[in-house]
């Protein structure tokens, strides 16, 4: 029995790193949306200039705005504590060599972004402008994105991306293991 339940937790474990993560950006209905596979979605929606941001759950909506006006009325009292800290130093190679790490971590884990769908739609009030973007655009079209050009004022941009969490866990742990190297292995 307990076997059982180790064998499904870890199925659940694995079944979060491999599930889609989704970020979508609609400047017509101005929100953007982070979904993780259907558990949870993250929302920010832009009313009257000011956003909104909403948690939503299988099971209930939490807006965010309510949580933090009734978070402003307490009043929090802050303790400083002072300890005495190892300090952590690197030198100017170190760092060198560690930004370009991260520039790669940053780069590897955007070659691996899906795009689901993207829309544009433009119009820049200037017809013999529009007439130019329309060769530039079309040749931007595919199956999963859809462009554009009309003369009667009407823009809008639709993006839809997919990510695996397991795709950012791997390229930290490479991240992690270089920096690793660097700080402590690698001989001076």
Do not use: C
């Not at 190892?86 to 795009?115: D, H, P």
């Not at 013999?128 to 462009?147: D, F, G, Q, W, Y």
């Amino acid at each position: 029995m307990l076997a059982i339940i180790i064998m499904a937790i870890l199925l659940i474990i694995i079944w979060l790193f491999v599930a889609p993560i989704t970020f979508s950006i609609d400047s017509e209905k101005k929100e953007l949306l982070f979904e993780y596979s259907y558990i949870f979605r993250f929302r920010v929606t832009i009313v009257d200039f000011e956003p909104i941001f909403t948690i939503e759950l299988p099971f209930k909506v939490i807006n965010l705005r309510k949580i933090a006006s009734k978070r402003g009325k307490k009043k929090l009292k802050k303790k400083h504590r002072e300890k005495e800290k190892k300090r952590f130093t690197l030198s100017v190679s170190e760092i060198y060599q560690l930004g370009k790490a991260g520039l790669l971590f940053i780069k590897k884990s955007m070659a691996k972004l899906k795009i689901i769908k993207a829309e544009l739609y433009l119009d820049t009030g200037n017809y013999h402008l529009n007439a130019m973007l329309i060769p530039v655009l079309s040749s931007l079209e595919s199956r999963k994105i859809s462009t554009a050009i009309n003369f009667v004022g009407f823009n809008r941009l639709f993006v839809k991306l997919q990510y695996r969490a397991v795709y950012i866990l791997w390229q930290a742990l490479i991240l992690a293991f270089k920096f690793i190297y660097i700080k402590f292995l690698r001989r001076k």
